[in-house]
């Protein structure tokens, strides 16, 4: 676990091609004016982008003429993005690498009653069936969130299809013709592939109360083959801490409003996103494989089949695929 370093944030504000115009994209920056610049020696310059390379981040260094981000990079800021926040009594840790943003969670103490986790990367993200999160440095947006609720935890069922939506719209707020579904129980798709995903961690304490962790994995700047990212869909590349505080903003009025009132309000909303509404479907449940067609959720937030009898079961728990869709499980 490192917190996030002022000096690497400030240096790749320095660096950042997307502070030029078109015609100044290629300007490169020494060390002796970067170091002047951070008030630090050329050495520690040059450590710190030998660290940024060793993250994974493209950088074109030419003796005589200094250094150069080969792609825009924008680091997460913790000023700019509380000072987006519509909620303030949040206590946010951003962090440079962290092994998971849900078991820094775990164990954190705080005096607000939510917590969030940002990371510009993680070691051990996982999403459901501990499977692992490819977390590339400074590319996307790892998050978790701590939250209480005054329910019993048996009523919280469909808060993975909640927290689903809180993504859908925070999206298609920055890409609003997008096609973006949401497949049961945590995925949301575009165009068949993983955009994003969700693994929500619930303690039940005592007098009917609960506190969820909520972890976001959502690929923002990312371009691969396999995933979806918001720069594939919107052909830009993204500030990610504009994109953390609309998720945020989102995210904090979708669980207020599921606190109140449970899964009913979005039923309708989820629906008109359902990527296996009227679908051939096969569901894992463990050991057991049981195919049919999608047919919704229901109130509390189960996957209703239709199987090949014509019976309707529902089922609360499972990893779902659809027969003519190649889906990306990794979340």
Known sequence: MRPLSKNLRTLVTLLNCADYPDSHRDRYHDGETLGAALGVSRNTIWKTINKLIDYGIAIDAIKGRGYRLVEPLTLLDEAVIRAGLIEKAIDLKIFETIDSTNAFLHGFKSKQPIALCLAEQQTAGRGRFARTWHSPFGQNIYMSCRYPFMRDISTLGGLSLAVSLAILQTVQHFAPEAAIQLKWPNDVLYQQKKLAGSLIEIRAESHSRAQAIIGIGL??????????????????????????????????????????????????????????????????????????????????????????????????AGETSLHKMNCNHSS
């Open 219 to 316: 690929n923002v700047n990312m371009l691969a083959q396999t995933w979806a990212s918001v720069r594939a869909i919107t052909h830009e590349v993204m500030d990610r801490n504009i994109v953390c505080i609309q998720l945020i903003n989102v995210l904090l009025t979708t669980l207020h409003t599921f606190a109140e009132n449970g899964l009913t309000p979005f039923i309708a909303q989820w629906l008109s996103a359902d990527a296996l509404f009227n679908q051939a479907i096969t569901l894992h449940n463990g050991k057991q494989k049981i195919s049919g067609i999608g047919k919704g959720i229901d109130a509390h937030g189960q996957l209703i089949m239709q199987l090949e009898d014509g019976t309707q079961q529902h089922f609360s």
